[in-house]
C-alpha cells in the first residue's frame, strides 16, 4: 500500500464542494429515502454513488492530462503495468458518505485500487488497520486481493476510487455495475 500526494489540499476541497453541491446527479445507497441496502460481503453500505459520466461531469480535470497521468503512475507504483480498463462506466467513481455513512468489507473487481480523498478524514481499513489519508492523497493498493471496508463517517467524506487493470487481469464481472452504482 502506497500514499501518494495528487492534488493540493485546497484543489480536492473544491472538488468535493463541486461533488456535494450535486447531490441529485447521484444514486443513493441504503437508508431511506434510497434504494434498499446493497450487501458486500455481509456488510451493507450507505452513501451517495455516482459513475463516471458524473465524474467527468462534475470534475473532468480528474479524467485528463497531467491529472490523469499522475493518477496512472501512482497505479504502476506497485511495480505493474496498470492501465484503465476498457469499462468507461466504472473507471472512476464518485462516492460521499454523510454521517454514519460507510461500506461494508469487501475486495475490489479490479486488481488495483487507486482511492483518492477529496474531503474528510480516513481511508479504507484492512486487516492491517486503518490507512489514514489527508485531503488530496490517494492510497494505492491491490484491492482484488485486499479485504478492506470504509468505516462510517464521522463527518462529511468525499472519495473517488480508480480502477486499474493489468495486462494478465482485465476481467471485469458482468454484476459489478449494476451492485456499485445500484441499478
Not at 52 to 69: F, N, R
Not at 164 to 169: A, Q, R, S
Amino acid at each position: 500500500m502506497i500514499v501518494v500526494d495528487i492534488l493540493e489540499p485546497e484543489e480536492a476541497h473544491a472538488l468535493a464542494i463541486r461533488a456535494t453541491g450535486n447531490l441529485p446527479m447521484l444514486n443513493r445507497i441504503g437508508r431511506a429515502p434510497g434504494p434498499a441496502p446493497i450487501s458486500d460481503a455481509g456488510e451493507g453500505r450507505q452513501g451517495w454513488v455516482g459513475d463516471c459520466s458524473v465524474v467527468k461531469a462534475l470534475m473532468p480535470e480528474l479524467l485528463e492530462w497531467p491529472l490523469c497521468g499522475r493518477l496512472i503512475a501512482a497505479a504502476c507504483r506497485l511495480d505493474v503495468r496498470a492501465t484503465p480498463g476498457p469499462w468507461q462506466r466504472s473507471h472512476a467513481t464518485l462516492k460521499v458518505y454523510g454521517p454514519g455513512d460507510g461500506q461494508g468489507l469487501h475486495v475490489d473487481t479490479n486488481p488495483i485500487t487507486v482511492l483518492l480523498l477529496l474531503m474528510g478524514e480516513g481511508g479504507p481499513e484492512t486487516g492491517q488497520g486503518v490507512h489514514p489519508l489527508a485531503p488530496g492523497q490517494a492510497l494505492v493498493f491491490r484491492g482484488g486481493d485486499i479485504p478492506h471496508r470504509v468505516r462510517p463517517a464521522s463527518a462529511w467524506r468525499v472519495t473517488v476510487p480508480l480502477n486499474f487493470y493489468t495486462p494478465d487481469d482485465m476481467h471485469r464481472p458482468d454484476y459489478a455495475d449494476s451492485l456499485v452504482y445500484g441499478d
